[in-house]
């Protein structure tokens, strides 16, 4: 983005970025003056959500048996298609989008952020997104108008929830709700393989008592995830060399990894820890590196 910048590739960029713990992406990396504006669905250090889920919300039809959407993305979205942007600012939507996705006394949620250079986020969403000429009478309020979603699901169970609609819709007997279930027994495998190789390297090269709060360390606010990128893909590389891939569900644990670089671990005592926590890997798709490292 700095060298974007610098070759004037663009006047000023605005993003929005849906994932969990999205805010890590920015936080403590993405300097003012760039001219780039940034919301994230979520802060450094928890999951997005998901929804228009099968089984929890009314609104999705029966034959569908994934979530729809994404709660921080859902929001903007529908925001923007309902007002008129012309006259709606980044700020007013940040805000909008803030409230709807925040969790309740009754729902899950997350922490929208911002970054960057905030000062953009005065001008009109039409600078950035456009504008449907049918919401040109549109008015804005600052009350939000849509209705609260419920029934989120945590971003990283969205592909459990696809496969137990798939097992309960199939016919008993049938071959497709064998294959459902052996989906669903092979993610909560791959599920427990990872959490506990994870664990247990961090107690291999800790100890047992040190382990786990080093892998749990968060950093303070506005400080970046790691200190060496380099380290981070590494470690991560050395990890899935030995274990398996960490798949999506794993990505939850790159602030772990990341805090066993800030401790110092080379890579060669990495590999040696993972040897020993990992002496095979599982033959479960979701351990194939097929698809290449994570990082």
Not at 144 to 162: E, K, P
Request: hydrophobic share 35%; aromatic share 8%.
């Amino acid at each position: 983005l700095k060298k974007k910048h610098a070759s004037g590739t663009y006047k000023s960029l605005v993003f929005y970025l849906e994932a969990c713990e999205s805010g890590s992406i920015f936080e403590g990396i993405l300097p003012e003056g760039l001219n780039i504006y940034a919301t994230t669905a979520a802060n450094a250090e928890e999951s997005s959500w998901g929804t228009y889920c099968p089984g929890e919300d009314t609104s999705v039809p029966s034959e569908f048996e994934t979530c729809l959407g994404d709660l921080y993305s859902v929001a903007w979205m529908e925001d923007s298609d309902k007002h008129n942007l012309q006259t709606e600012s980044l700020h007013q939507q940040y805000e909008l989008v803030k409230k709807r996705t925040a969790a309740t006394a009754s729902t899950s949620g997350s922490h929208v952020m911002e970054f960057g250079d905030i000062g953009l986020s005065k001008e009109k969403l039409v600078l950035y997104l456009g504008t449907n000429p049918d919401n040109e009478n549109a008015t804005f309020g600052d009350e939000n108008s849509f209705r609260l979603l419920s029934g989120v699901t945590n971003q990283r169970d969205a592909d459990l929830v696809h496969f137990w609609e798939k097992y309960k819709k199939a016919p008993e007997g049938s071959a497709r709700k064998a294959e459902a279930q052996k989906q669903i027994l092979e993610a909560m495998s791959h599920r427990l393989h990872v959490d506990n190789s994870v664990l247990l390297i961090g107690k291999l090269l800790f100890g047992i008592s040190e382990g786990p709060a080093v892998l749990n360390k968060v950093r303070p606010s506005g400080k970046p995830l790691v200190d060496d990128w380099d380290c981070l893909k590494t470690l991560v590389r050395a990890f899935e060399k030995h274990c398996g891939s960490l798949s999506q569900y794993g990505f939850k644990h790159m602030r772990s990894i990341a805090n066993i670089c800030n401790a110092g671990i080379q890579m060669e005592q990495m590999e040696e820890a993972a040897m020993q926590a990992c002496p095979t890997i599982p033959t479960s798709p979701w351990s194939s590196l097929h698809h290449g490292f994570s990082a």
